[in-house]
């Protein structure tokens, strides 16, 4: 009996990390790159898991081709929120406080559309991998699996882009020095929209992949964006290798939490810590302050 | 060791500019006539058939504007992205509502501790946020409505009231009058409570701690080393703002006798920010208009529905990238500027000639 | 090649440059002195399109480049140098020259451009590892040069090469110059330290308060001490 | 008594020790510059001073009283003054409402909240006329061009009644005409009895200005004393003046 709780709590810890770490790699490459606190993180998220549930229960195709839908879609919506929203106050003084606003704005106006067009009833989106293992009493799904992989696959694959491609290498420059970026012929503008269309289609993805985890509904965007946003912090702004530790950090943390002390408490305990964290460490683990570049 | 005027004699003693100065004087007159006015009001749209519903339109205005202009003054005067503002008018709500239905209170005492632990409670996140920037605060705040809320939700049960909120709170002992008569009452304590919350933030804007504020927001750096104490500065700051949150908060709770927990959902912050936004960040009249537009756009776009969240979020969105002044200052430099009377003459800005050739 | 003519600009609330007018020819090293504050960075920053010209013309090869974005004029082979190097702090040596390579078709030919650079400043391929800022007021320069010098310049503009740096770190930066000058690279050079300069122009302007006060063939301008002396303070 | 010591001061910022072991002392009445090429730690040892940030270590006294843990609003009301080396302004207030921050907040003991006493703006209108500015109260900050928002960077600070007033890089950025301009507005400040310490590497305004000179190089000092003596010192002019020295042969100051 006693490892069935270990066990339950270990493993409770390396998805709520996969699955945090799988939000918060969009919400930091963002800030990371622009400078954006993009408060809409959480509406690309419903964006993409509403679209798959579309896709599934509309057209009836399966949920291995929902996926992509879902993930395009998301990233077409944050393509359209950096041309219409973000874009024309790039450079500006006024640039955090306008998109501060504008983000949420649109997150009430995303669930807003989604109570509208799917009325408030929870929605099932289909797991992408059915079936779970028992493992000394405590049962470990495919799809819990398939999100951990997913997670740490898109961990490696966004630093490998950032690292060593053309376009990943320009993101990280236009990040440290917008005008000598441009100096180099890098169009920042364009720059900026790949990477808010690339954490878009990461929200998107994580959108479908975590939805049969809990039931889908209008709001269902706020808590992985509060989630999204203290493992961003929590690991220093910007920092991508902070947010996937920060991601299992606090993953493991609030899964002992919610085993041995019960549910109620796990998301408050999560807040206490964050808030412990602001007032001891505000840089976060990595961060060096504001300052922290990709 | 004050620097003597004996260097080279300035020509007439140069006067302090009225124009410049950041006091303001108004006129007793415009004020004391919208007092009258306010006074007399209810009155007269008791009388209408639909008065009643224009009454507590009225009263609903009163309450979201001095919570409006709170966090206006917290936002856009200190420049600090607070989002603990709907948490504080929580606190202020729940505290009066236990204080009245589970220990029995009369709702005007019990009123009193509402903004009294509202601003307790502003001061107890106030102080990690002083130390945090921009991003750190938003989410410190955000927390702080994320637990207020679980803590309301599953709190004990004399708290959460089964997960609701309290459904069954004393409303204020006004006596056995007739309906229309009692609606009055409840105006005039809103009316009461907002002409107070104005007085005192148009008192604090127009004064050395509004320049403070201001010049915190404009260089923190400049102002701390010009003697402006930020921590000191800040805090009175969270805590008059908490204040009238708190006491708007309490205020509510006995005029529809509850609170429910679905204060705490976001279109409510949608709302208030609306307001600001609309009506003009970071200035005196901003909220205080911008309550009245949102409040009115409110009930023309009732019959849409849900449609109005979204519509009021693509609106706010548009506002806060196009018109980053507001909607209202903005269509104000519209109209002077192109369909308004000749403006008077430039202001001094070009050199000075009594300091010699440029 | 590179002509302005009656260049404006300047910054919110006042005008720097009061109509410029000024050419590089083919080949051609043009120098611009003038002291510090009086508009050189201006100067370069508006014909590289970092700035927006209030009002006159920048002609590239005949081209009205005025109103292109910068890296748009960039891409056309205006390289510029800044004043501070404005390298990439966080990535490495390596990766700033590569940024510099980083229009398509230069991109293709990036290990050649590499190499070649390398050749150049050896010490550079053994420091490829190391991150930008941690390396000394020279180096940093030095980087900076060799990152324009990645791209496919057919002008380059370079920026106060030798502000704040020790004496000897900058006479290597000028050597430097000069041998890119031998290469025949066109040279428009903003610089407040006349002593250096001599063998790397054709022609000088001389720049005071935002305007060109004299224009001439470097040997004649640059012998005037007394001018100079009055002039660079 | 000097007015303002600083013993063994240093500030490192991680590895990089931008100040090391610096000491020297200001006396009463005169104008003290502080010269060294850009980096050599001049700004980093104003930031220590003004409280703006924290010296890793040393004791810095400023009239017998140490300073160096003090915050900085502290520090400017016990009547030490700094200016920017970029001109900063309140840039959404009035040229009067700057500079009333400074006579407002500037003194010790002043807590005003809720109305502006009549020294204050008595004393903000007299910055203003020492500066040329009482003409333009009312253009907002953000308007004024370079020289204007230095002079109303000065009377914000001469607003807070200062005996020590610290200047960075006072004349940078400006033209010849704009900077003679500034030389003198120094002076007569200087001369009104309050002790000026300057960071400024326009050689023409140190040597206009300086009773004494201080230069630094990486943090460190190299040499110390009146203009005349310190720019002979072979090493001052090798590793500073070596750079700015005209074409041609040297005029009689440089050489030794």
């Known amino acids: ?294 | 060791m004050s620097v003597p005027a004996a260097v080279g004699a300035a020509p007439a003693r140069p006067q302090a500019d009225r124009e410049a100065a950041p006091w303001r004087r108004t006129s007793l007159g415009t004020v004391g006539g919208v007092l009258l006015l306010g006074l007399v009001l209810p009155w007269l749209l008791v009388r209408l058939d639909i008065g009643n519903f224009l009454v507590v339109l009225l009263i609903l205005f009163f309450m979201q504007a001095v919570v409006a202009q709170s966090w206006n003054l917290i936002m856009g005067y200190g420049g600090i992205y607070s989002f603990a503002q709907v948490a504080l008018f929580a606190v202020g709500g729940w505290t009066t509502g236990v204080l009245a239905h589970s220990l029995g209170w009369n709702p005007f005492a019990s009123i009193l501790f509402a903004p009294v632990l509202a601003t307790a409670a502003a001061l107890l996140i106030g102080l990690p946020t002083l130390r945090l920037r921009g991003t750190y605060v938003v989410l410190l705040t955000l927390a702080f409505h994320e637990l207020s809320r679980v803590f309301a939700i599953t709190g004990p049960r004399f708290i959460s009231g089964g997960g609701y909120g309290l459904t069954i709170v004393p409303g204020f002992p006004l006596g056995n009058v007739g309906n229309d008569q009692r609606l009055i009452y409840l105006y005039y304590i809103a009316m009461g409570i907002f002409s107070v919350a104005t007085f005192v933030i148009w008192r604090v804007i127009y004064s050395p701690l509004g320049v403070a504020v201001t010049a915190l927001r404009d260089s923190e750096t400049y102002a701390v080393s010009r003697g402006i104490d930020q921590f000191r500065v800040r805090l009175v700051l969270f805590a008059i703002s908490a204040f009238f949150t708190g006491l708007a908060g309490g205020y509510m709770t006995h005029y529809s006798t509850g609170i429910s927990t679905s204060v705490f959902d976001l279109s409510r912050l949608i709302d208030l920010l609306a307001m600001i936004v609309i009506g003009g960040w970071g200035t005196f009249m901003g909220p205080i208009l911008g309550a009245g537009i949102v409040i009115g756009l409110d009930q023309a776009l009732v019959g849409i529905g849900d449609f109005r969240a979204l519509a009021e979020g693509v609106i706010v969105a548009l506002i806060a990238v196009f018109a980053p002044q507001g909607l209202w200052p903005t269509l104000r430099r519209i109209y002077d500027r192109y369909l308004g009377p000749e403006p008077e003459p430039a202001g001094q800005a070009e050199a000075d000639p009594t300091v010699g050739g440029e | ?233 | ?256």
């Open chain 3, 1 to 233: 090649m590179l002509e302005v003519r009656a260049l404006h600009a300047g910054y919110a609330g006042s005008e720097v440059l009061h109509g410029i007018d000024l050419r590089v020819g083919e080949g051609e090293g043009v120098i611009v002195l003038g002291p510090n504050g009086h508009g050189k960075t201006t100067l370069l920053r508006a014909i590289t399109g970092l700035l927006g010209a209030r009002s006159g013309e920048v002609l590239f090869d005949g081209r009205d480049i005025t109103r292109w974005r910068a890296d748009l004029i960039a891409a056309a082979g205006v390289i510029h140098i800044p004043q501070g190097d404005l390298l990439f702090p966080e990535m490495t040596v390596r990766e700033n020259l590569l940024m510099g390579a980083y229009h398509g078709p230069t991109w293709a030919e990036r290990k050649v451009r590499l190499n070649r650079v390398y050749e150049l400043f050896p010490w550079l391929e053994q420091r490829a590892g190391q991150l930008a800022r941690t390396l000394s007021g020279g180096e940093r320069r030095m980087l900076a040069l060799s990152r324009g010098l990645m791209a496919r310049a057919r002008i380059l503009l370079i920026d106060e090469p030798s502000l704040g740096l020790a004496p000897l770190a900058t006479q290597q930066i000028y050597d430097s110059i000069g041998t890119i000058k031998k290469s025949g690279m066109p040279l428009l050079l903003a610089d407040e330290n006349a002593n250096h300069v001599a063998g790397l122009a054709d022609r000088v302007y001389l720049l005071e308060t935002g305007m060109l006060v004299r224009e001439g063939p470097a040997e004649e301008l640059l012998q005037d001490t007394a001018l100079l002396e009055s002039y660079l303070g």
């Open chain 1, 1 to 294: 009996m006693y490892n069935t709780q270990l066990v339950q709590a270990v493993w409770g810890g390396i998805l709520f990390g996969s699955v945090y770490g799988l939000m918060a790699l969009g919400l930091t490459l963002v800030w990371g790159a622009v400078r954006l606190l993009n408060l809409a993180h959480g509406a690309i998220f419903i964006v993409g898991a509403y679209t798959a549930y579309w896709v599934v229960s509309t057209l009836h195709l399966p949920i291995l081709a929902a996926l992509p839908v879902g993930v395009v879609v998301a990233a077409t919506f944050a393509g359209v929120m950096h041309v219409l929203f973000i874009r024309p106050v790039i450079g500006k003084t006024g640039f955090d406080n306008a998109t501060l606003v504008a983000t949420i704005g649109l997150s009430i106006s995303v669930s807003a559309a989604a109570l509208i067009i799917f009325n408030p009833e929870y929605k099932v989106v289909p797991p992408v991998l059915g079936g779970s293992h028992n493992m000394v009493g405590v049962q470990i799904t495919n799809q819990g699996l398939l999100v951990v992989a997913t997670s740490l696959a898109l961990f490696a694959l966004v630093y490998l882009f950032l690292t060593y491609s053309r376009q990943g290498m320009a993101i990280r420059a236009v990040s440290q020095q917008r005008d000598a970026a441009s100096l180099m012929s890098i169009p920042v503008v364009r720059t900026y929209g790949v990477v808010i269309a690339i954490s878009g289609a990461l929200a998107g993805l994580a959108g479908v992949l975590l939805s049969p985890f809990f039931f889908l509904n209008p709001s269902s965007g706020f808590n992985p964006m509060i989630q999204a946003l203290i493992v961003t912090i929590f690991g220093g702004l910007g920092s991508v290798r902070g947010a996937l530790v920060a991601g299992f950090v606090l993953g493991i943390f609030e899964s002992f939490v919610e085993v041995y002390l019960g549910v109620a408490w796990a998301l408050p305990g999560v807040f206490l810590l964050i808030i412990l964290m602001l007032i001891v460490r505000p840089n976060g683990l990595f961060g060096i302050g504001e300052v922290r570049r990709l």
């Open chain 4, 1 to 256: 008594m000097s007015i303002l010591e600083c013993q063994q001061v240093s500030k490192a910022y991680g590895g990089l020790l931008a100040v090391n072991k610096l000491s020297f002392a200001v006396e009463p009445g005169e104008v003290y510059a502080i010269v060294g090429p850009n980096g050599a730690g001049k700004t980093s040892l104003f930031d220590c001073i003004s409280g703006v940030s924290r010296a890793t270590t040393g004791v810095i006294r400023f009239r017998e009283r140490e300073i160096q843990a003090l915050r900085a609003h502290k520090i400017c009301q016990l009547g030490l003054a700094r200016t920017f080396q970029t001109t900063v302004a309140f840039d959404t207030q009035t040229v009067l409402t700057n500079v009333l921050v400074g006579s407002t907040f500037g003194l010790a003991g002043a807590n005003p909240f809720l109305s502006f006493d009549d020294q204050a703006v008595e004393a903000a209108i007299e910055a203003l006329a020492l500066c040329g500015l009482a003409g333009q109260q009312r253009a907002l900050a953000s308007q004024l061009p370079v020289l204007a928002r230095k002079r109303l960077m000065l009377a914000t600070a001469l607003a807070t009644r200062p005996a020590l007033l610290m200047l960075d890089e006072p004349v940078g950025g400006l033209n010849p005409g704009e900077r003679l301009q500034m030389i003198d507005l120094i002076r007569d400040v200087a001369r009104a009895g309050v002790t000026v310490l300057m960071i400024e590497h326009v050689m023409k305004a140190v040597q206009a200005l300086a009773d004494r000179i201080l230069v630094m190089d990486h943090g460190q000092e190299i040499a110390q004393g009146p203009p005349a003596t310190v720019l002979r010192d072979p090493r001052v002019i090798e590793v500073y003046l070596g750079m700015l020295r005209p074409l041609g042969p040297d005029p009689e100051t440089a050489h030794a």
